[in-house]
């Protein structure tokens, strides 16, 4: 039982190069989501996917793109990168209590 | 827009001592308020709050919440040097997006 996996763990782009972030969840949980945290400013959420079909964006959500491909996977795309999307991203899942959120170990990224 | 807010930003105490931790926040629809420990990598779940006055343990953490005043505490007794971490308030809401708000964390080192 992994829980939620992200890959890469790091990467580097230069600006404008595209990338997609893969997560997955192995705790059959309806409701995954995409935060980026960068110091001093805690975590915040790019965007959201309720369930299977449906994504709905967070509170900084310009310059990204997602899909929930099946109940397990949730992946976040940058289509042409920017040095202000230097940082750690988390993806997390939760199951009935939505609240109660399970984080994949984070992405560090880097733009050139 | 909703807001949490975290004090003190950062802590640094002695082994042994106790420590308390606030959050306040200020959202629409308060549904629940979580704590989450974040060391190295990801952040792990320690309490959700959902009901004033009803103190939360977990060995010699605990939390409690008053949603009259709009504020939680974290309380860590006879620290340990493992102790050290990021700890994380976040708030879920039942306005705009299921995701989670999070405070900017508070910097714990335990010093030996």
């Known amino acids: 039982n992994a829980g939620v996996t992200q890959t890469p763990k790091f990467q580097v782009l230069k600006t404008g190069q595209s990338m997609t972030l893969q997560c997955a969840q192995d705790m059959n949980h309806n409701s995954m989501y995409w935060y980026r945290q960068d110091p001093g400013m805690g975590l915040r959420l790019i965007y959201y996917s309720a369930s299977e079909g449906t994504t709905d964006k967070g509170e900084v959500p310009n310059g990204y793109n997602v899909s929930r491909l099946n109940k397990r996977e949730f992946s976040l795309r940058l289509e042409s990168a920017a040095p202000s999307q230097t940082s750690v991203y988390f993806c997390?899942?939760?199951?009935?209590?939505?609240?109660?959120?399970?984080f994949g170990p984070g992405t560090r990224l880097l733009v050139l | 827009e909703d807001k949490v807010v975290q004090s003190p930003l950062s802590l640094v105490v002695h082994e042994g001592d106790t420590v308390t931790l606030n959050c306040s926040y200020e959202?629409?629809?308060?549904?629940?308020l979580l704590w989450y420990k974040q060391e190295k990598k990801a952040p792990t779940f320690l309490f959700m709050l959902?009901?004033?006055?009803i103190e939360k343990k977990s060995g010699r953490l605990s939390s409690i919440l008053d949603k009259k005043e709009l504020f939680s505490i974290l309380n860590i007794t006879a620290t340990q040097t493992g102790d050290s971490a990021v700890y994380l308030c976040a708030v879920g809401s039942g306005g705009g997006a299921d995701g989670l708000t999070f405070g900017k964390g508070t910097h714990l080192i335990i010093q030996p």
């Open positions: 959202v629409t629809n308060f549904r629940s």
């Open positions: 959902t009901s004033s006055g």
């Open positions: 997390a899942s939760s199951g009935s209590r939505k609240e109660t959120q399970y």
